[in-house]
């Protein structure tokens, strides 16, 4: 992988902030764009846009043809068997929500078991929480283990007969750790649930597959893989997407409309009310082509790779804890520096051009089991480098010398 | 961008020497607010009578910014009227939003005046004082 080459065409990358070169650090939480991706999207606007599905004139069909397009290099990026098993949404959150209130608010009664992680992004927790609270069922934790991540024995414990729903992530957000989603879709399936993927963290950074994890849905968002934001995807079977009923409604998802009852299209259409986010899912199948050119596999490798040195050269620096796993972790480091605050730190390295997350990172439980109440973390994607991370690290070093001196 | 802007020594000298650092008798006005976006949250005691705040202490987690801030609207809040300590929470977005604002006799908090160069942190810095105003609005209620 030609890293330089790569960096080249991410425009915004090359610029100073504060005086230094900027080095981003924080793609976890949202990507930067590659010039393909966002000439896509100003070509499409240029040159190609109209509302896709009703004109019969040119551009209604480029459009039209634009969207569908970008649907099937999703389906196919997925390797999902068809392009109707992938559904447009504003993103992870999103798509979440839709298996939550179209499926498992339906699926679920009193007795009945939700089963999630305490890991769990709160876009992955509380849709959960609702639908336990609005159908009685029981929402439960698979325990999770010291550095944070869960046996395949504990969730063959949690999960049972009256699981309806298993719900988790691919990757933590914080963690770093990946999920052994094959085994545990296993074990769901023996039980008769569904297995629900938040692929917000994993779509990024590895080959996927949802026909070889045999999950039924799954998550993710364009803004963390290259792509736009507001755009982002459910991927659901097809036998199960075709017995869910819409949660919204209005244009486009219609079949035939009468005075007091109406019938749907098909899938995914009837999940896609309203004129739908066009020139995003063009950006999305930009991204999805940019991605693919690099090569899954690669950027999976490289941002191991990065977290690895990352998590060694982190380790030391006296008096820094890291969260997580050391093995086998995905391209991210969380860490705290002493009892220096997070936020503290994250301001010293903004101003060393250095750009890292602070705080909960929307995993408020997580951090309640980690005990903490907020952390520091580094995440890396394809256009980072060793030079990005030894940045860091001597701008950590700087932050402990600031407030070594500041408060002793 | 200048961190000693953000960090000057009174502030430094509050976080690591927060004042009224503690909690009051049971009977005092408490007010729990958090931060939604880090997880930061302070519990805000304020022990008021006949419109005036007597005593005031504060507990709970954040940075080094929340907590000097912190630190600083207890000590300059105690013998304030409700309309002074509100007037005084009235400075503090002012100057949050880089007015120039004098403290008089209480010159501390003119040094979180750099915060004002660090969006992201004004949030921090206002926490205790919206638990100020929370409090005192629960008192004219
Ligand atoms: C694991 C995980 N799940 C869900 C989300 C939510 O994604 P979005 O905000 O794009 O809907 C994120 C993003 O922060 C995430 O990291």
Redesign the pocket.
Known sequence: MNIAAIREQFPILHQEINGHPLVYLDS??SSQKPRSVIDAINRYYEKDHSNVHRGVHTLGSRATDAYEGAREKVASFLNAALPEEIIFT???????NLVASSYARNACKPGDEIVITQM??H??LIPWQQVAKATGATLKYIPLQPDGSFTLADAELTITANTKVVAM?Y???VLGIVNPIKEVAAIAHRNGAVMVV?G??STPHMRVDVRDLDCDFY?F?G??MCGPTGI?ALYGKKALLSKMEPIEFGGEMIDYVDLYESTWKDIPYRFEGGTPIIANAVGLGAAIDFLQEVGMDEIDKHQRQLAAYAYDRLSELEGVSIYGPKADRAGLVTFNLGDVHPHDVATVLDSEGIAVRAGH??CQPLMRFLNVSSTARASFYLYNTEQDVDQLIAGLLKTKEFFGHAIG | MQLDDLYRRVIMDHYKNPRNHGTLEADAVTIKLNNPTCGDSIALQLQVENGLVTDAKFSGEGCSISLSSASMMTEVVKGKTFDQALELADKFSALMKGEPVEFEDYEDIEALSGVNKFPARIKCATLSWNALRKGIEQQHE
């Open positions: 976890a939480a504003r993103g992870t959150t999103t798509a979440l769990e992004h876009s992955n992530t990757v933590s957000n938040d917000a963290q998550a968002s803004h963390k982002g990172h929307c």
